[in-house]
T-cell receptor, first 113, second 117 residues
Framework: KNQVEQSPQSLIILEGKNCTLQ??????????LRWYKQDTGRGPVSLTI?????NTKSNGRYTATLDADTKQSSLHITASQLSDSASYICVVSLASGTYKYIFGTGTRLKVLA | DADVTQTPRNRITKTGKRIMLECSQT?????MYWYRQDPGLGLRLIYYSFDVKDINKGEISDGYSVSRQAQAKFSLSLESAIPNQTALYFCATSDPLDRGGSYNEQFFGPGTRLTVL
């Protein structure tokens, strides 16, 4: 069964600290993996996208890694800011089939001053 | 994303009422989707459409129906609302072609918060 699992479910950190969110997937055939940021009450917005051949991608203070062998991805946030408080959703796309998106349940991050 | 709009943004209704949620997009994408989001469950697919004449059920379509009036418009209806349909509803679009390295990225609307009493 195609599945995407994220950990932790929630996380609280102090402003300025770093954190790492995890995503494990069992999806086949794999096409790409995307991390979305979802602010409270808003729709998800794409942060990074990685294909099978890519193992790291950065977007400002956000760095995503992908290990296609172990089927794991991580999202590292450096020097966190209050505005990073949001849910982060890992989405894996299938390389075939009509509907291509397998969603994780997300990690809720809260950054405290 | 301003390119995908949803109306209404908030709605409170009563059990048994019919309600329609509307989605419009200016991205020119053929593919559109309806999701619901509940706390702790993530996004779940209700229906999706790959063009005006194509409608497909998602994993939780019972109690919902959709209409694709045009490429840019995709509506979700609850024929007889019930309290467990209280949720946050999102519309999304995607481009099936990998234009500019989009890799089938989905673009989400701002959501509709629906409460059924």
């Amino acid at each position: 069964k195609n599945q995407v699992e994220q950990s932790p479910q929630s996380l609280i950190i102090l402003e300025g600290k770093n954190c790492t969110l995890q995503c494990n997937y069992t999806v086949s055939p794999f096409s790409n993996l995307r991390w979305y940021k979802q602010d409270t009450g808003r729709g998800p917005v794409s942060l990074t996208i990685m294909t099978f051949s890519e193992n790291t991608k950065s977007n400002g203070r956000y760095t995503a890694t992908l290990d296609a062998d172990t089927k794991q991805s991580s999202l590292h946030i450096t020097a966190s800011q209050l505005s990073d408080s949001a849910s982060y959703i890992c989405v894996v796309s299938l390389a075939s089939g009509t509907y291509k998106y397998i969603f994780g349940t997300g990690t809720r991050l809260k950054v405290l001053a | 994303d301003a390119d995908v709009t949803q109306t209404p943004r908030n709605r409170i209704t009563k059990t048994g009422k019919r309600i329609m949620l509307e989605c419009s997009q200016t991205k020119g994408h053929d593919r559109m989707y309806w999701y619901r989001q509940d706390p702790g469950l993530g996004l779940r697919l209700i229906y999706y459409s790959f063009d005006v004449k194509d409608i497909n059920k998602g994993e939780i379509s019972d109690g919902y129906s959709v209409s694709r009036q045009a490429q840019a418009k995709f509506s979700l209806s609850l024929e007889s609302a019930i309290p467990n349909q209280t949720a946050l509803y999102f519309c999304a679009t995607s481009d099936p072609l990998d234009r500019g390295g989009s890799y089938n990225e989905q673009f989400f609307g701002p959501g509709t918060r629906l409460t059924v009493l």
